[in-house]
């Protein structure tokens, strides 16, 4: 299996869920709409949903019962994108290349953009529209909601973000950014994984802690690769600012341990993501593939 | 029944639940934490719990059924204050008389305190937690959760929001008025009635139109009862800037009708919320009661 294959399947089916659940026009406010629209249909890479897709497959799992959780977990990472970009937080003026939502609109917009777009991931889960043949139990569907809920709020994303912002300038050492990220970027990643896994209905205690040890060395592996790239890589491949983390005085894995260091950090985790796989089949390809890729990419 | 007696009962509940679901402390972010909590906590009158709690009531439910949906309810109401507040959208330095959240923090930490004060709405209702001897049905509390999302979405509170936002210095008429307060703060409203209905697990069609009615029509003369005392009240007893809207040449019941045509609206919009509820008995007093204390309140 090549995996970029398997990542288009993912990303066109996810990108067609995606125009179903996100409003096409709207009597209220078709400028809301558009933002929202806008903010995610932006070139992502849809790692999230993939991830969900790769996890239910792990699991012998259908894709149909994966659909609404890769659009609700893909909802959620790109409010995230559209308030950590505004100005008060990091303020960014392009993303992947192109203006920032508050940039291509305004910033309140932007802002209610973001909300909106937290609140369609949960009536993604919530809408038995998503679920037709009720073969997912409500039991199951309630788990995912709350699986979402706990990685993106306060205790998750939310909390890990605001840890983020108030670190500017500070030295911390690498146990605090661990926890950071663990919450700001690991917790959704971490969610993502669980919940394709539960989109299945049936998942044992076993496989779901073999699934969480996976998706924590991803999501960190994910992170230490960001901050080599954000030293190593030129500003059109990255498609934002190079040097960005290092401008605003963001502590990172590579200011913490050098680069050399952290590149062995990331080829640990990778390995340590790929043994932790060791109970499934070949069904878990793409997440032993996904794990090598996240570490060796250039953007 | 003195009404003032039930609202001091409910808030005091509303306020018990408030303060189990909220984060105490945080290893992540005290910061965070505190200023969920001091939105949460900041004299609100608890309108939309009340509203739960009543409609629970009114079909004869148990209150602790109601408790996580007066939460939940309450979490969005208050979340999507903070983002009102915020310099890109309304801009106040006051609410209820003291600082906004982003004036007794700062703008970033506003921004996440909202979005997470929304994801813990969703939270609460997916814990199972709060639905400890699982009488509610997992279809009903999906139906919760489903019912909150639509409500609070594009569709619903934030469509209205930004309606609402691109409608300043325009002339709308009372039709475009009506759509946007409809959504902005009628759609919060309407589903606070419906939930505590359907926290009871057993709601009939018939109900649910009645309670609509009555709910649409409280929402309506909430609104027009605001912009009268926006024009009226003292900026003391009110607890804003008195003639804010005004001052920001946003459109309102008075100055499309004047003031005694508006004073009118609102007491027929009462008279057709209390009509709506005919169908029930005693039980329905404090819906009844409310209903004329909106129209009525001076602040």
Redesign the interface.
Known sequence: MILQEYMNTCRKRVDEQLKQVL?ES????L???EA?TYSVFNGGKRVRPLLVYAANKTLGGQSHYADPVACAVELVHA?SLV?DD?P??DDDDLRRGKPTCHKAF????A??A???L???A??A????YHFPDALL???S??AL??E???A????GM??????D??SVGQALNQQQLQ??HN?KTGALIRASVIMGALSTGHVSDQQLEALTTYANAIGLAFQVQDDILDVTADTETLGKQQGADDALHKPTYVSLMGLEEAKQFAENLCQEAVSALSLFDDQATPLRQLADYIVHRSH
Chains 1, 2 share one sequence.
């Open positions: 409003p709207s009597i209220i406010s400028k809301l709409a929202m409010y308030h505004l008060a937080m305004n910033e309140a917009t802002i209610l973001g909300d909106a937290q609140t369609l949960f009536e889960l919530s809408d038995p139990s409500d039991s569907r309630l909601l709350r979402l809920s706990v993106s709020g306060h205790s939310c909390g890990g973000q605001s840890m912002l108030n926890l950071m919450h």
